[in-house]
């Protein structure tokens, strides 16, 4: 009889492990909807975001009237992403640009694929697996979109031809996704690589917000781990920035506001020891999450265009 009452014990603990993993699951990674949020949608409760509110906006609605075509490829895994090309002129440079988690191209790059086209470079605007008008239903912070991103680049040699140069351009999430694709084998058109406040890890970004949300991490990330494998099919420790930075064999542009209350600064200042040799790293002061341009705009662009012009592309 205890041995019964053994079995019904592991067998209660195995279910509510799964309930539970379950739940964190889906706070962490689900996006039943495709997160299709307002790209004019800016967070009321976040006073950094509001003292930019405006001029945000105006920067949307400018890129909603630039004109684009909508282009769509399928991912590895079958799902069909979509994206938005901005064709500036024939032969141009080519950037391919990730936006962030749970965020909305054209809000996330209304400053950095502004910039790019002024640049006289042709822009690739993704969105994102479970995101905007590509499918899906699960964000995996990174570890499957690398892959999209791979997807990408071949979309753009095989349209654009086997010598367009290609500049991969990322924010938040799409910053560490950018930084993670590095580590891929990536064709030669790949010269350069910008992560705008990149995390350093899924793992390390996760558990930075259960404390700021007085989740134990102790208890959560094993949960949410669990959850990923169970649920989305993913390992969400498979890979980091960090690791996959040491076998990049192109530059990479770093920049980070030191006043980033979502993604701390001190989560891409490891990236550059990686691999010194082609990491370069900037801090913006007084800047916050994803904010860098609208902090110091003529910093911003100088940076970007200098790394433009050291990769033969102005």
Known sequence: MPFVWIGLALAAIAILTVVASRWAF?????????????????????????????????????????????????????????????????????????????????????????????????????DERAHGESQGKVISFGIKERIDCKSWIDYAITRFGDDVPILLYGISMGGATVLMASGLELPVNVKGIVADCPYSSPKDIILDVAKKMHYPSWAVFPLIALGARLFG???V???????????????????????????PAHMSEGVPHANPQLVTRHL???????????TDKEKYIGLVRDFSEQLGLL
């Open 26 to 126: 889906d706070i962490t990674f689900y996006s039943p909807h495709g997160d299709r949020y307002d790209p004019r949608s800016i967070p009321a409760e976040k006073p950094q975001y509001q003292a930019v509110r405006d001029r945000m906006i105006a920067m949307v609605d400018r890129m909603e009237k630039i004109p684009c075509e909508r282009v769509y490829i399928t991912s590895h895994d079958g799902l069909r992403l979509a994206a938005r090309y901005y064709h500036v002129k024939d032969g141009a440079p080519l950037d391919i640009c990730f936006h962030g988690y749970r965020g909305h191209a054209l809000r996330d790059f209304c400053g950095g694929a502004m910039a790019g086209m002024e640049m006289g470079h042709n822009v690739l605007l993704i």
């Open 233 to 235: 099919g993913f390992d």
């Open 237 to 263: 420790c498979a890979v980091t920035a960090e690791e996959a930075v040491r076998h990049a064999t192109v530059p990479i542009l770093i920049m980070h506001g030191d006043d980033d209350r979502f993604v």
């Open 284 to 294: 913006f002061a007084d800047a916050g999450h994803g904010l860098c341009y609208l």
